[in-house]
């Protein structure tokens, strides 16, 4: 009897380890991209960061249990385009670029957070919330509109809310930035201390 007991709690116990390796939610794709390259995002709704990170290189993580999800990196020289497509619920996605990278960006809906990359940017989404990153030393040109929502430019002393806000603003810096969004809040904010 104790043989089977031994025999039947060494087995339960290997099962659940057998168990426990094959259910793995964490998920990257990466791929080699030089700093100072284009990189175009056509996103599926859902949830978004995308920041700075190896100078060399793009790395995308998510941590999901629907295999349906799909993300696909196409480099070509120093171009990138980045697709998401299936069902992105209860998905956070985390999209490293090299920091001096130009940002082209179309979402249906969700939440974007952009932070600690230098270089133009191209945003729109349909409906959610947008957050970037901006130093206004940085900039030559700076618009935002939002139909529906708020709209607030912290670092350029700019906040509206209502219908139809929109701002335009011109300085000293080489990078241009445009953000909209149809319906939600978009916020322009001073970039955390970079480590």
């Excluded at 670029?97 to 960006?105: A, G, T």
């Excluded at 901006?134 to 139909?147: D, F, N």
Aim: aromatic share 8%.
């Amino acid at each position: 009897m104790m043989q089977f007991v031994i025999t039947l709690t060494t087995g339960l116990m290997l099962a659940s380890l057998v168990v426990g390796q094959t259910v793995n939610p964490d998920h990257f794709i990466e791929r080699a991209f030089p700093d100072g390259g284009n990189v175009r995002l056509r996103l599926s709704s859902g949830e978004y960061a995308v920041k700075a990170g190896n100078s060399n290189r793009i790395f995308i993580r998510w941590r999901s249990e629907n295999s349906k999800l799909k993300i696909d990196v196409s480099v070509s020289g120093s171009d990138a385009l980045i697709r998401t497509d299936g069902p992105t619920k209860h998905v956070k996605t985390v999209i490293e670029i090299p920091m001096h990278s130009d940002l082209y960006l179309r979402m249906r809906a969700g939440d974007v957070r952009i932070s600690g990359i230098d270089g133009n940017k191209d945003v729109h989404l349909t409906a959610g919330d947008l957050k970037i990153d901006m130093q206004p030393e940085s900039y030559s040109y700076v618009r935002g509109a939002v139909t529906f929502g708020d709209l607030n430019a912290g670092p350029l002393g700019i906040s509206k809310d209502g219908i139809k806000s929109s701002f335009e603003w011109y300085g000293g810096g080489k990078y241009r930035l445009d953000a909209s969004l149809f319906a939600g809040d978009l916020t322009l904010v001073a970039p955390a201390l970079r480590q």
